[in-house]
């Protein structure tokens, strides 16, 4: 396993950006796939972005579509998301988790995540 200590949240209005980063000890990072999750309150997990071990190819939730980039830098263990066009819907707890799944056609499949971080809360204001 790796350990996984997200930063970068905060209060936001709608239409705003915040970008989110994810530092990865432990483990060789590069053996990871990573992603992002968001929980809002009363509703379950839900993935909303992943990246491979090269960082070469992504995946989105299509809510997120066009408004969230997530990166990888493997020299310094981290990741990112940045989210663009907030909306109030995007507030929720955010949490990177790793995985070495080698199909990344379950890249969203949160049971398959080995590691996670603790959170770092997101709230966007109307």
């Known amino acids: 396993q790796v350990q996984l200590v997200e930063r970068g949240g905060g209060l936001v209005q709608a239409g705003g950006s915040l970008r989110l980063s994810c530092a990865v000890s432990?483990?060789?990072?590069?053996?990871?796939?990573m992603a992002w999750f968001r929980q809002a309150p009363g509703k379950e997990r839900e993935f909303v972005a992943g990246?491979?071990?090269?960082?070469?190819?992504?995946y989105y939730a299509d809510s997120v579509k066009g408004r969230f980039t997530i990166s990888r830098d493997n020299a310094k263990n981290t990741i990112t998301l940045q989210m663009n066009s907030l909306e109030p819907e995007d507030t929720a707890g955010y949490y990177c988790?790793?995985?070495?799944?080698?199909?990344?056609?379950?890249?969203?499949?949160?049971?398959?995540?080995?590691?996670w971080g603790q959170g770092t809360q997101v709230l966007v204001s109307s």
């Open positions: 988790a790793a995985t070495q799944i080698r199909d990344l056609r379950l890249i969203s499949n949160k049971a398959l995540y080995e590691s």
């Open positions: 432990g483990r060789t990072f590069s053996n990871y796939a």
């Open positions: 990246i491979n071990r090269s960082g070469g190819s992504t």
